[in-house]
């Protein structure tokens, strides 16, 4: 099974961490959708769509590119959060969209990461040291399960 991870990490790079990670762990290729908006995947059998939370959300990118896309029936995707705060289902909203394009979501991995965006950015950041280790090899294992 070929496996690729599209990301967009664009602050500080938590979610590029966990998706290289993963990536390793998983024999996988990475794609970077802030530098390549339109990847081709259709050799691709598992489909991770990593992302930073945005008001609350995936990046705008992934979710145009999800919008966008066709996917083949036999197509599997996994999501992944990095955030701040780990309050809330973030990947919810991509859920949605997958599921009105009849595409499985096998699993999602949520972690948190070092947050400066806007009123956290006057008290120097929450979740500073993360993803820690500890949150990268919850994500190795995540991708073992999956995979």
Do not use: W
Not at 53 to 71: A, L
Not at 98 to 105: D, E, G, I
Request: charged content about 25%; overall charge positive; proline content about 1%.
């Amino acid at each position: 099974m070929k496996t690729v991870i599209i990301f967009a990490s664009t602050h500080h790079g938590n979610t590029k961490k966990v998706a290289e990670c993963m990536a390793v762990c998983a024999s996988a290729d990475l794609i970077n959708i802030t530098q390549d908006e339109d990847p081709d995947i259709s050799m691709y059998d598992r489909i991770g769509f990593a992302s930073g939370i945005y008001f609350h959300s995936f990046h705008e990118k992934i979710k145009r590119y999800i919008n966008n896309t066709s996917f083949r029936e036999d197509q599997k995707v996994f999501l992944v959060a990095t955030c701040g705060a780990a309050y809330m289902d973030y990947t919810k909203g991509v859920k949605k969209l997958l599921r009105q394009k009849n595409v499985a979501c096998i699993g999602s991995f949520v972690c948190r990461g070092y947050d400066t965006y806007g009123i956290f950015g006057k008290i120097g950041g929450i979740a500073k040291g993360h993803p820690s280790q500890k949150d990268l090899k919850r994500a190795e294992d995540f991708i073992k399960k999956i995979l």
